[in-house]
């Protein structure tokens, strides 16, 4: 009889010691669930962080590179600011303008030309810089007309391209800058047999040979 008793009780202490391992594991799956839930909440916190925390320096480095340029323009504008006020004199004054201003005048309008003709198809201000040293190339290159304008407005070479282009005063001022670089140039970064061009979707190119070949060298501005 006691031993009976003994083999329900020991069945008893089994039974409950069972329900309170069940109720154990069930109660750690909660937390781990839990856990789980919270390690997705952190790491979503996480990525949201990364997130803010890219876009924010995507922000500040176009806020930075939109100064630097600013400040670029601005010791530009300085550097030819006798040429601007010579010219706006002289026509106050009635007197016949600045050859040498109104030259560069005329190249900064074809210029601006040819950047608005380029503009439709994506390109943009480093472009823009290959281009112009391409036409300083095939200025000093014998096979070409010697100026800046004639080898602008040479026909069907320059894709959109049309003496109609509408010339903003932006697109002006961009022109007349970029031009100004090129002058301020102590040597060309490249000879001058850089006179063709590859118009790309990534950007635009100068090369040095017609065909391309494996002789065939590639730049652009900035690279």
Known sequence: MDEIKFLTVQTEV?????????????SLRILFEEIKRSNRARTAARGFLAALVLLLTVVISFRVAQK??????????????????????????GL???PKVELRKQEATSFAKLMSGLKLYGYGADDFRTLAQGVAC????????????????????????????EVTQKDFDLAQKILAEIDAQEHPPISSDYVYASF????????????????????????
């Open 14 to 26: 089994k039974r409950e010691v069972k329900g309170a391992a069940f109720a154990l594991l069930a």
């Open 68 to 93: 630097h340029e600013q400040a670029q323009f601005e010791a530009w504008k300085a550097r030819f600011a006798d040429e601007f006020i010579s010219m706006q004199e002289a026509a106050e004054r």
């Open 96 to 98: 016949p303008p600045d």
């Open 138 to 165: 095939r200025v000093a290159n014998p096979g070409y007309p010697n100026t800046i304008v004639e080898v602008i407005e040479q026909p069907k070479q320059w894709p959109g391209y049309a003496d109609t282009n």
């Open 200 to 223: 790309e979707r990534d950007g635009i190119a100068l090369r040095n040979t017609w065909d391309i070949t494996t002789r065939t060298k590639f730049w652009r501005a900035g690279e």
